[in-house]
């Protein structure tokens, strides 16, 4: 009778566990999925409404395993769209942001134009025949003449220039970081140069002292002149 007892307890238990696997299952699966879009260009409205619908495909599955990679992989066009963010709200929903990637900087990348987005992430690469120029209004990019790992902290750089200065592309010609030296030097298409040392640190509050010197500059010194930041 005790072992009668003891497998019946053990038989309870299992079906216990079961059960409560599958209620939380039901419970925490995905039944709504929020989709929110920032365009800028107004140029990938398709791409977007096909992610938007390959999103909804997310209903069903476990929100609590639900990955950004998950997110990420039901996008139509990984090189026009990203994720920015998502949010899980327990128990069944998940609020998605998407971001139109932003063709901004490029690289010579031995017989190819190396395009990267505004955070310096790849977008695609291309064949080199004329001089680059952005897809969107046909002006040039920003050509990054360094290592490829470094691009992401250069776009970061780039960020703060913008904050400070209101532009980018249309004020920024190139980005050099050579090897072994510790400065980025942005050369402006003005002709002006600023040379920034230890680039990585601190650059909102560097770009903020270039921006402030640049206002105090002639519009002569602004076409020659080399501005050193530390």
Sequence with gaps: MRYIRKVTALILAIIFCVALVVGTGVIFSVKNVNVTYIDYSGEHETAFALSRQNLN?????????????????????????????YEKIYPCTVNIVLR??????????????????????FVRSEEIFVE???????????????????IPDIAKLCGYF???????????????????????VIKLKSGMSIAVSAWREGGDIKMYK????????TDRQRTKELLVIG
């Design 57 to 85: 495909k997310l209903k069903g599955t476990q929100l609590v395993f639900l990955g950004e990679d998950d997110i990420a992989d039901k996008l139509d066009d990984a090189s026009l769209i990203a994720v920015e963010s």
């Design 100 to 121: 139109e990637r932003l063709e901004c900087f490029y690289s010579v990348d031995g017989g190819n134009y190396a395009i990267y987005d505004d955070r310096g992430e």
């Design 132 to 150: 680059h120029l952005n897809a969107l209004d046909g002006s040039p990019d920003i050509l990054i003449d360094a290592d490829r790992s470094l």
């Design 162 to 184: 913008k904050e400070n200065f209101g532009a980018l592309r249309s004020l920024i010609e190139s980005v050099t970081v050579h090897n072994g030296v510790d400065a980025a």
């Design 210 to 217: 270039a921006h402030k010197s640049y206002l105090s500059m």
